[in-house]
Each structure stands twice: as C-alpha cells, then as structure tokens.
C-alpha cells in the first residue's frame, strides 16, 4: 500500500521538476544521453526522497520528544488495552467493559477524547488515560506495549495507526452487524483478530484473505456489542406512535437526500404521516447547502419533524416505519425495535471500498426486501404505497425481521460478556505462551 501511496505523493513534483528539465534551452556543453539520464534519475530521486524525508520529520520529533519525556513508560507493561478515537464508541466499548467489571478483570482505556464518558463510569477495574488527539495519539499508540490491543478502527498499519512491537495481538470489534463492504480498502488485513457480529461478516473477510494472500486471521462470531445498550433501552420505550415514520438516510454519494432532495418527506407528508427527518450528522458539516435547501422546501409542513440530536434512539422507538438507503441504521432500527425498513437505491458504491474486490453481494443488501422493502432508483413514486402496505401487515414483518435477526446475528443484545470472556482468554493464551518461551530458554 505505501509504495503505491508514496507515487501518487511524488507524481506532481516530479512532474514539476521533469516540465522544468525538459523545457528546451540554449546548450553550452555536450552531454551524452546514458549520463544524462543517470543525472535525471539521481536529481529526481535526491528530491523525492528530501520530500519524505520533510513529511516524516514531524512524526519523527513526535517519537523522539516522547521518548525523552519519559511519556513512553506510561505505555509500557499493560495486559489488556482499549483505545477510543472519541466519546462515540462508547457505545461499542462499555457493554464489554461492564462485563471484565464483572469477572474483576483490569484493563485500560486510552482515548482521544477528554470528554469521554469512561472518564465518569465509575467502573473500578478500568484505568482511563486521555492521549491526545490525530497524530499525537497515534504516535504514542506506536509505543503501545500490551497482551492484546482492542479497538474499533479500521486500516491498522495502512493508515495512521501503525502497529507497536511492544502489542501482541490486535484485536478489532465490530460496531455494526452489516457486512464490511462498506469499510474501505485494506481496513482489516493487518488485525490479528476480528470479532464478527455473524457469519456474513466471516465468508467477507475470508474472501479478501484468499483473495490478497493475506495471513488468516482469527474470526470468532461474537456479537456486535453496540447494540447491547440499545436493546436494553427498547426494554424501557414507549410504543410507537400511529402514523409516524422517519427518514434517516446517509450523507455523500451514496446518500436517499443528496440523490433525491426533499421528494421522499415530501411526498409522505402529503400523505398524511407523521415524518421524523434525521440526516446523519455529517450531512450537516459536508453538505450544508442541501440542507439549506430542504429545510426551505419543508418549511410549509407542519408534519414535518427535523431531529438533529446527536443520539437519534428517541426518534428511532417513536416510528413505526423507517426509510432509509444504506445507512448502518437501517438495522438498529429493523432488529432491535423489529420495525419494518424501506430502503430506497442501487446499493452502496463499490469503487475505493472492500466491496470493490469482495467476490460476492453484502447479505444485507440480499435481505433488504426481507427488513420490508426495497425500491429502485426511478421507483420512489412508489415510496408511499409501500409504507401503506407494510403499515397494515406489521406482525407478519416482525416475524420475517426475527428470523432474519436470528440468521445473521449472534448474541444479538448480549455481545459484552462474549467478548469479554475472548479477551480474558487470550490474554491468558498469551501469557502462557510467553512463560513457556521464558522456560524453553532457561532450559538452553
């Protein structure tokens, strides 16, 4: 990955720099072309490689003031450790966390985030520790020395975060129960372990191994432990309320709004429903115009409810019926509340995504017409009788959302104490593995 990174880095200075040589000029001397050549390549690459050598200069200082400061040690002799890019996968972490609170097991916790709620838990055996953010975070993780690292971000050793020896496993949890298609490329190869919501997430990840050669990793199906808290707030909702359905598509390309603008809540309120409208949030920092732009459209309406809230779960045990696209959601809503879904689109774009190479179809997008129903680009005139005909037949898709749940999902709401039983287990994996090394060695 990083040879084909560094050329695209490199093409316009060296474009540059060959647009500059080549220009025609007045000749004083006779160069022989196999010297001049020489010359050409030398120059280019003396510059090419003072560039990475400017690029990697912050990185380095970074990694040289943390060891002079001594910041290393804090890093250094831990068994089992998190690590959060932000407060919002909490939500992820905490079901397993309460679960090691419960066996009395230690572990710690870093994150880039000073807010994050770990940091007022309350729980005893969880020792949190505040980073830094971006780059300074990430150069400290490369100093990391712990059993097992846990975390949920993709594209370990591709992106940012670059593998510590000090760490002897990577461990990746999974924070939806749909496939990985949507995860962009390389986002789980160099993990030594991913815990899966469900088989889906296994045949993916096998595919890519065979198809890149890639060392087999560890897949245990485990659950998906996000949704833990949601099912245990569902427990304590109130019923739907009649009439009320919520759009609450993704952002960017792939996106019900950005693809189709106001048609879709237009359309239902002039039907009479109820419409919660709940773009993902990065619709309004990424496409602040199209917001703009429905919410004039909209404004005539007085069934027409935006929700901006950072925790949408109130809006989402409020509707009967959700519309959506791709977005990750669409499940939260189908399988905890077991509420049908519309999903309105060709499926997710492939180019630059896992899916770009994964030899076969996400299940989820097999299953759409199982959650409810699936329309078409061309067919959202269609929208409406659809949600109409779900409405009147809701036991029947509880039914097929149960089964389906079933099928695809393991632990569904009980995930934590799964993973968290994995993760003392390989610890101890580990340190056995390390104390019949030390024997072997005495024993020489």
Same mark, same amino acid.
């Given at each position: 990955?990083?040879?084909?990174?560094?050329?695209?880095?490199?093409?316009?200075?060296?474009?540059?720099?060959?647009?500059?040589?080549?220009?025609?000029?007045?000749?004083?001397?006779?160069?022989?072309? +196999?010297?001049?050549?020489?010359?050409?390549?030398?120059?280019? +690459?003396?510059?090419?490689?003072?560039?990475?050598?400017?690029?990697?200069?912050?990185?380095?200082?970074?990694?040289?003031?943390?060891?002079?400061?001594?910041?290393?040690?804090?890093?250094?002799?831990?068994?089992?450790?998190?690590?959060?890019?932000?407060?919002?996968?909490?939500? =992820?972490?905490?079901?397993?966390?309460?679960?090691?609170?419960?066996?009395?097991?230690?572990?710690?916790?870093?994150?880039?985030?000073?807010?994050?709620?770990?940091?007022?838990?309350?729980?005893?055996?969880?020792?949190?520790?505040?980073?830094?953010?971006?780059?300074?975070?990430?150069?400290?993780?490369?100093?990391?020395?712990?059993?097992?690292?846990?975390?949920?971000?993709?594209?370990?050793?591709?992106?940012?975060?670059?593998?510590?020896?000090?760490?002897?496993?990577?461990?990746?949890?999974?924070?939806?129960?749909?496939?990985?298609?949507?995860?962009?490329?390389?986002?789980?190869?160099?993990?030594?372990?991913?815990?899966?919501?469900?088989?889906?997430?296994?045949?993916?990840?096998?595919?890519?191994?065979?198809?890149?050669?890639?060392?087999?990793?560890?897949? =245990?199906?485990?659950?998906?432990?996000?949704?833990?808290?949601?099912?245990?707030?569902?427990?304590?909702?109130?019923?739907?309320?009649?009439?009320?359905?919520?759009?609450?598509? =993704?952002?960017?390309?792939? +996106?019900?709004?950005?693809?189709?603008?106001?048609?879709?809540?237009?359309?239902?309120?002039?039907?009479?429903?109820?419409?919660?409208?709940?773009?993902?949030?990065?619709?309004?920092?990424?496409?602040?115009?199209?917001?703009?732009?429905?919410?004039?459209?909209?404004?005539?309406?007085?069934?027409?409810?935006?929700?901006?809230?950072?925790?949408?779960?109130?809006?989402?045990?409020?509707?009967?019926?959700?519309?959506?696209?791709?977005?990750?959601?669409?499940?939260?809503?189908?399988?905890?509340?077991?509420?049908?879904?519309?999903?309105?689109?060709?499926?997710?774009?492939?180019?630059?995504?896992?899916?770009?190479?994964?030899?076969?179809?996400?299940?989820?997008?097999?299953?759409?017409?199982?959650?409810?129903?699936?329309?078409?680009?061309?067919?959202?005139?269609?929208?409406?009788?659809?949600?109409?005909?779900?409405?009147?037949?809701?036991?029947?898709?509880?039914?097929?959302?149960?089964?389906?749940?079933?099928?695809?999902?393991?632990?569904?709401?009980?995930?934590?104490?799964?993973?968290?039983?994995?993760?003392?287990?390989?610890?101890?994996?580990?340190?056995?593995?390390? =104390?019949?090394?030390?024997?072997?060695?005495?024993?020489?």
């Amino acid at each position: 990955m990083f040879p084909i990174t560094a050329m695209r880095r490199t093409l316009p200075i060296t474009f540059v720099i060959l647009s500059v040589l080549l220009e025609p000029q007045a000749a004083y001397a006779y160069l022989d072309p +196999g010297t001049g050549s020489m010359l050409l390549s030398v120059f280019v +690459g003396l510059i090419s490689g003072a560039y990475f050598v400017i690029r990697k200069l912050p990185s380095t200082l970074r990694s040289l003031f943390f060891r002079l400061t001594g910041k290393t040690d804090a890093l250094k002799h831990n068994t089992l450790t998190f690590y959060a890019e932000s407060a919002a996968y909490w939500s =992820t972490f905490k079901p397993i966390l309460a679960a090691l609170e419960t066996l009395g097991v230690e572990s710690s916790y870093l994150t880039s985030d000073e807010k994050d709620p770990v940091f007022t838990s309350g729980f005893k055996c969880v020792h949190p520790r505040f980073i830094g953010k971006s780059n300074t975070a990430y150069t400290a993780l490369g100093f990391l020395q712990t059993k097992v690292f846990v975390l949920t971000t993709p594209g370990i050793d591709v992106l940012q975060i670059r593998r510590s020896p000090g760490v002897g496993r990577y461990v990746h949890v999974v924070h939806a129960v749909g496939d990985i298609h949507t995860y962009k490329l390389f986002s789980f190869d160099y993990y030594d372990a991913v815990y899966c919501a469900g088989p889906g997430q296994v045949k993916s990840l096998r595919a890519l191994e065979s198809l890149r050669g890639t060392r087999p990793k560890e897949l =245990t199906q485990l659950g998906c432990p996000y949704v833990d808290g949601l099912v245990e707030r569902a427990k304590r909702a109130a019923p739907p309320q009649a009439g009320t359905v919520i759009v609450a598509p =993704t952002w960017g390309r792939n +996106g019900l709004l950005t693809r189709t603008g106001a048609m879709i809540p237009k359309m239902l309120a002039q039907a009479g429903y109820h419409v919660i409208l709940r773009p993902h949030p990065q619709s309004f920092v990424s496409e602040p115009e199209l917001m703009d732009k429905l919410a004039q459209e909209l404004l005539p309406f007085d069934n027409v409810e935006w929700d901006r809230q950072p925790d949408g779960f109130a809006s989402l045990s409020r509707a009967q019926l959700m519309v959506s696209d791709i977005s990750g959601v669409i499940f939260d809503f189908a399988f905890v509340f077991l509420r049908p879904v519309i999903s309105v689109g060709a499926g997710p774009l492939k180019d630059g995504f896992e899916a770009w190479e994964i030899p076969h179809e996400a299940w989820e997008v097999s299953a759409l017409d199982t959650l409810g129903k699936r329309i078409l680009p061309g067919d959202e005139k269609n929208v409406v009788e659809a949600v109409q005909a779900l409405l009147a037949d809701d036991s029947r898709a509880r039914e097929k959302i149960l089964a389906l749940r079933e099928e695809n999902v393991v632990n569904f709401g009980a995930a934590g104490m799964p993973i968290a039983r994995a993760l003392v287990a390989e610890v101890e994996r580990l340190k056995n593995q390390s =104390t019949r090394k030390t024997q072997a060695k005495k024993g020489q």
